[in-house]
């Protein structure tokens, strides 16, 4: 199994994502080092809303190229559909762009008037790391997972020195600045790269048709997207409305962080996945039989992940920050539970996307947040920055319940039009 995964570049995939993850988890660790439990809090509140707009920036049409380049091997269908796809983020992006800065604009993201400047600042990563997430994802497309993770590790590395001693010497004004140059030169990068990719010579009617695809698949994924970002994050923003005690939001922020790093696990092996899943979607049976054991050797994977981090996180915690974040162990502990119940259903999101059913993430992503909101609101006002914790594990129950739920459902309506 691993030989297989290593020649079809799967773990030059995993490290070129460490890579970028490396940059903005490294970032994040020397800042808590270097600043107060509150200040970690007030760059993780910026960190979430500007990663939600990148999410969005995208308007669903990086979900549209995953399942539409697997499906067509024709070159200069490919190269169209990437290339109208690259004018849609961009104009999408931008319009997100202006968007979420008059959110902050009239304080809907906070009345912090400190957060409010460098989310300004911050807010000029958002095209450039749409763009660069798009590129990414065609080249996991067309299954050139050692070309683009070997640019990508190159690229993310050299920066990775530029980020991390700007912060050291500048703060909190290095990483924002740093961040946003590298990722401009990342994205300038990746176009020098394709440039011949996006050059056709002529439209023909299977390129309409293959735009109004793109269209199409871009406003169903958009709309999921809009509802799974407010339940992604709604545990968050709640702590974030409802934790008075700022210190403690930053114990919380902090143990959110390293969370947060480990999701680069399952995030690898989705974009792995994907295009592979959506190849084989239309041999129904074949599709859930592979899938699912897909889901059984990645839990197996986070299970192993689970037992090492509640041993070795504390211990190296305490040895790199002091006592500085003990408050957060607790915390960490609970959640590291929440994340090892999301490994149960990770990868659930795939049946609807290979399967083009993308409303039906939308139907569980809502009746999730309806469910949990109220529940962890509740747990945020009893328990505090406990109550945060245990909220981040309820939802993550509930998000497998429902989603298990779903995927149940359409695995009977697929076999029963088979019979049929």
Avoid at 242 to 258: K, N, W
Wanted: glycine share 4%; hydrophobic share 55%; with cysteine.
């Amino acid at each position: 199994m691993f030989l297989k995964l290593k020649k079809k570049g799967f773990f030059h995939l995993i490290i070129s994502n460490y890579s970028v993850q490396f940059i903005v988890f490294g970032s994040h660790l020397l800042v808590a080092k270097i600043m107060t439990p509150s200040d970690v809090g007030i760059i993780k509140t910026i960190e979430t809303f500007i990663n939600m707009a990148i999410v969005l920036g995208g308007g669903g049409a990086i979900f549209a190229l995953l399942k539409i380049i697997p499906e067509n091997k024709d070159k200069e269908l490919r190269n169209y559909s990437l290339r109208f796809a690259i004018k849609y983020v961009v104009v999408f992006s931008i319009t997100i762009f202006i968007a979420f800065n008059l959110l902050a604009y009239f304080e809907v993201i906070s009345k912090n008037r400190e957060l409010v400047f460098w989310f300004y600042q911050y807010s000029f990563i958002i095209v450039p790391s749409v763009v660069v997430m798009l590129l990414i994802r065609y080249y996991q497309a067309i299954d050139l997972f050692k070309r683009i993770s070997g640019v990508i590790l190159v690229l993310k590395f050299s920066s990775a020195l530029f980020v991390l001693t700007l912060t050291y010497f500048f703060f909190i004004r290095g990483y924002v600045l740093s961040m946003v140059i590298t990722t401009i030169i990342v994205m300038l990068s990746l176009i020098y790269d394709i440039r011949k990719t996006i050059f056709i010579s002529h439209i023909s009617k299977d390129y309409i048709e293959i735009k109004k695809r793109i269209i199409a698949l871009s406003k169903t994924a958009f709309f999921a997207q809009i509802i799974d970002q407010f339940k992604l994050h709604s545990g968050f923003f709640i702590a974030n409305y409802v934790l008075f005690d700022r210190i403690m939001f930053g114990h919380y922020a902090f143990a959110l962080i390293i969370i947060q790093g480990l999701n680069i696990v399952s995030t690898s092996v989705q974009q792995f996945i994907i295009p592979k899943m959506s190849e084989v979607s239309s041999d129904i049976p074949l599709f859930f039989d592979k899938l699912s054991k897909f889901e059984l050797k990645f839990i197996l994977i986070s299970t192993l992940i689970f037992a090492v981090t509640q041993l070795v996180f504390p211990i190296c915690i305490g040895m790199v920050f002091g006592s500085k974040y003990n408050e957060s162990i607790l915390l960490l502990r609970i959640m590291l539970i929440g994340w090892y119940i999301q490994s149960f259903y990770a990868l659930k999101g795939i049946y609807f996307l290979s399967l083009g059913k993308m409303k039906y993430v939308s139907y569980a992503s809502f009746l999730i947040f309806l469910i949990s909101v109220p529940l962890m609101y509740w747990l945020n006002v009893r328990f505090e920055a406990k109550g945060a914790a245990f909220a981040y594990v309820l939802q993550n129950v509930i998000s497998y319940l429902v989603l298990s739920f779903f995927v149940k459902n359409l695995y009977k309506t697929y076999r029963r039009h088979t019979i049929d």
